[in-house]
Every structure is written in structure tokens, then in C-alpha cells.
């Protein structure tokens, strides 16, 4: 049974080794200047302005909410995928109406307004 999840195991171990091991590379031959004016905050030389309690608008956080909310649907193609040829034609339709739910959901926010960005 856990001979199954094996090659999800190695791509796990090897995907969390290459992400340490580009960071570490780039902490190690990356360019090192501080200088005081890029210690200050936001680390990008600019000078803050304002408060940093500034309000922002409901429909970042809606868009924010419905991008996780599709991103997350799409995973969910990754199983069907791993066991395409062993669910035939069901599978086929199952996905289908799969899709079909999720690109109404798009479609419904779409025509909502919600993925305008003004």
C-alpha cells in the first residue's frame, strides 16, 4: 500500500531539497551591498509614506478568495489524471461534470463582476 505513495514521497523529498538548495545558492554567490538607505523598511529604497494601516478594498479580498478557491478546484484534476485509464469512460464523464461545475462558478463570478479590477 505505501509502495503506491512512494513516487509522491521522492517528488516531495526532491521538489523541498531544490527549493533549499536555490535559496542557499543565491544567500551564497548573491550580491551582498547594504547600505543604509536599503536597510530601511519596505527594503526597496523608497521612502514609506502614509500610515502603514492604510485601508484597502473588499475586492482584493475577493479576488484573492475566488483565485485560491479555482486554484484549489484544479488540483483536484491531478488524481483523475494519475488514474485516467482505469476509470474509463465514468471517469471521463464524472470530470466532465466536474468541469462543467467548476467553469459555471467561473462564469457566474465573471458575469458578477467580481474578476474586475478597478
Known amino acids: 500500500m505505501l509502495n503506491d505513495y512512494l513516487p509522491l514521497m521522492i517528488l516531495f523529498v526532491i521538489s523541498t ?10 544567500y551564497l554567490f548573491g550580491p551582498k551591498r547594504p547600505t ?3 536597510g530601511k523598511p519596505y527594503e526597496s529604497g523608497m ?8 485601508r484597502i478594498s473588499v475586492r482584493y479580498y475577493l479576488i484573492a478568495v475566488l483565485f485560491i478557491l479555482f486554484d484549489v ?5 491531478l488524481p483523475w489524471v ?3 485509464r482505469a476509470l474509463g469512460v465514468s471517469g471521463l464523464v464524472e470530470l466532465l461534470v466536474f468541469v462543467g461545475i467548476v467553469i459555471t462558478g467561473y462564469v457566474y463570478a465573471w458575469k458578477k463582476g ?3 479590477w478597478e
Not at 514609506?48 to 492604510?54: H, K, V
Open 73 to 77: 478546484e484544479i488540483i483536484f484534476f
Open 36 to 38: 543604509e538607505r536599503k
Open 82 to 84: 494519475v488514474v485516467f
Open 17 to 26: 531539497l531544490l527549493g533549499f538548495l536555490v535559496i542557499g545558492i543565491g
Open 47 to 54: 521612502v514609506p509614506y502614509g500610515t502603514g494601516m492604510r
Open 114 to 116: 467580481a474578476l474586475e
